[in-house]
């Protein structure tokens, strides 16, 4: 009965890991998205892309994949 009783609290221990895992995956995609929709705008705003770069602190080619897919309508 008692392994029984501490194969459960293992699978519920393992969801709970999961869980966190999902929502720290979850909050670092919206930071990320963040960082690319603050690109465009700064962009659109006539900053270099080499300043953008600086400023979000991310690589130059990771704000250029951001910025050639989009077009920026003036």
């Known amino acids: 009965m008692m392994g029984l009783f501490d194969q459960e609290k293992a ?3 393992f969801g709970n ?3 966190e ?3 720290t995956e979850g909050r670092a995609e919206g930071r990320l ?3 690319k929709e603050a690109a ?3 962009k659109a705003e006539g900053l270099s892309e080499g300043m953008i770069a600086k400023i979000l602190d991310v690589g130059l080619s990771i704000v250029q ?3 050639s ?3 920026v309508v003036r």
Do not use: F, L, P, S
């Open 17 to 19: 890991e999961k869980k």
């Open 69 to 71: 897919g989009t077009a």
């Open 21 to 23: 895992e999902g929502r």
């Open 65 to 67: 994949e951001w910025i």
């Open 40 to 42: 465009i705008n700064m």
């Open 11 to 13: 699978v519920e221990q």
């Open 33 to 35: 998205e963040g960082k």
